[in-house]
């Protein structure tokens, strides 16, 4: 049985995300055992980004949630592909991989 569950580990923020537009979602984070677990997550690139982490590090209640929330505030049309080490007392790391792309707002015309 798993002391620990995530929920997801993946996110998908799309591809057509306005670089002026900001997005958010949520990684929660189960504790399932009866002991209070310290959590902790750090990018894992060295790439500038703008994403931002909150919080970051923090306490589960025994048989508790914390839901972290994941905010991309692009202000540049680039890709995101960034990769979260997730740390939960002293269990294996969890990696959470986020995916998106910005672009510049653009108007695709199709002619007959």
């Known amino acids: ?4 569950a995530y929920n997801p580990t993946a996110f998908d923020l799309g591809e057509t995300v306005l670089f002026t537009d900001d997005v958010s979602t949520d990684l929660v984070i189960t504790n399932k055992s009866h002991l209070e677990l310290p959590f902790g997550l750090e990018r894992l690139s060295c790439s500038p980004s703008d994403l931002t982490i909150s919080p970051a590090t923090g306490v589960i209640p025994p048989a508790g949630t914390v839901t972290i929330r994941l905010a ?7 890709r995101l592909d960034e990769r979260l080490e997730v740390c939960v007392g002293h269990l294996a790391a969890q990696i959470v991989t986020i995916t998106g792309r910005s672009v510049f707002p653009c108007l695709s015309l199709d002619q007959p």
């Open 72 to 78: 991309l505030s692009p202000r540049v049309p680039r």
């Open 1 to 4: 049985i798993e002391a620990v």
